[in-house]
Every structure is written in structure tokens, then in C-alpha cells.
């Protein structure tokens, strides 16, 4: 079977971005005197989007003003935006994979859910973003 090309999402695909999420609503929560939350349920919180999963890691009943739920997002995002690597990093056997599709002249690409610059970012500090012939993240004003 011959290949036209392949696209890859990135967080939980090729990279592992768990621990980075997790510290970012960590900073948030002990910022405003909340229980942390365990790294090892930070799964049972992620999918919806960062708002969603601030909502979740607070105590029960305190993200259910929007205003001030939308205040604690724009911090996180903002952090979180700032510097998305710190301890994110590719799954094991994700480069010798990339590797082999260059050598095979397979062009990639990576189509993700997460914010486009923060996207652009995350690809170019892991793998360089000359390796993909895109890379496209959320944009906002995008139809």
C-alpha cells in the first residue's frame, strides 16, 4: 500500500503533554489557595478543552461562575502558552517512526486541537518544524 501522505494529531499521539497540562493547572490552583490535583487523574479531566478541565480540577461548586472560571483559564492559558515544554515530550518510538517515513519521502503533517502558535511551538522544540509539510493548530477566526 502506497502512502499519499499521513496527518497526526499531537497531544496523546505523538507527544506526551500530561505532565506539563497538569503543572499548569497545578500553578493556577495553589495561586488561588485550591487543592492541587493528582497527575495520576489528570486524564479523567482532559478532552474538552483547558476550561473544562480547570473546571473539573477545582473544589466543587467554584467553577460554576463563568466570569471567574473565564478569569483562571486566561491565567492558565497564558501560562501555559509561555513556555508548553517543559516536560512534554515524544512517545517512545515516536522519532525512529518519523525518521523512517522521511527516509520513505511520506510528507506529514500534524492537525491538532490545541492552539495554533502554542502548536507551532511544541512541533518546533520537539521535532523542528521542517520535518512536516504543515503543521496546524486552533485558530480562532478559522471557518
Do not use: Q
Not at 486566561?74 to 515524544?90: F, G, M, R, S
Amino acid at each position: 500500500m502506497k502512502y499519499k501522505g499521513i496527518i497526526f494529531d499531537l497531544d496523546g499521539t505523538l507527544v506526551d503533554t500530561l505532565e506539563d497540562i497538569c503543572h499548569y493547572i497545578n500553578l493556577i490552583l495553589e495561586k488561588y489557595g485550591y487543592p492541587l490535583f493528582p497527575l495520576e487523574n489528570i486524564t479523567s479531566i482532559l478532552g474538552m478543552g483547558l476550561k473544562s478541565a480547570l473546571k473539573l480540577a477545582l473544589p466543587e461548586g467554584v467553577g460554576d461562575d463563568d466570569e471567574y472560571l473565564t478569569r483562571l483559564t486566561n491565567e492558565l492559558i497564558a501560562a501555559y502558552d509561555a513556555e508548553p515544554v517543559v516536560k512534554t515530550a515524544p512517545y517512545k518510538g515516536i522519532l525512529p517512526l518519523l525518521d523512517e517515513l522521511e527516509k520513505l519521502n511520506i510528507p506529514m503533517g500534524i492537525f491538532s486541537n490545541k492552539a495554533h502558535d502554542v502548536t507551532l511551538k511544541v512541533v518546533d522544540n520537539i521535532f523542528g518544524l521542517s520535518r512536516f509539510a504543515y503543521v496546524l493548530g486552533s485558530m480562532e477566526n478559522r471557518p
